[in-house]
């Protein structure tokens, strides 16, 4: 059970890292040159979260559709809330240096 919960805490870890990290500005910028699937795609918390997870979920459990799934859609919800807890953190500190 514990190891659920640290392998979605690494999805969402993973996911903000592949939209937002600075490590990989350049490989992504290349990439969302190449195509506006891609640009949208890879500016999106709640896409890559969905595909981190159904890969966390086919190397946790195999080919077992279930949990494939259920990882990808909890990772994207995970991803997605801290995506906009991230935000909304740097409204208000963007707000008290006016």
């Known amino acids: ?10 999805c969402t870890g993973c ?6 990290g600075t490590i990989f500005n350049r490989p992504r910028e290349w990439l969302m040159q190449r195509s506006q699937l891609l640009k949208e795609f890879l500016s999106c918390s709640l896409c890559v979260g969905c595909w981190v997870g159904f890969l966390a979920g ?4 195999g ?3 279930k949990y494939i799934m259920l990882y ?6 995970c991803s ?19």
């Open 1 to 10: 059970m514990t190891s659920d919960w640290l392998l979605l805490l690494a």
């Open 80 to 98: 997605w809330l801290y995506d906009s807890l991230v935000g909304m953190i740097q409204a208000i500190e963007v707000d008290k240096t006016k």
């Open 58 to 61: 086919y190397l946790q459990y």
């Open 15 to 20: 996911t903000a890292i592949l939209v937002n």
């Open 72 to 77: 990808g859609f909890a990772s994207a919800a």
């Open 63 to 65: 080919l077992t559709l």
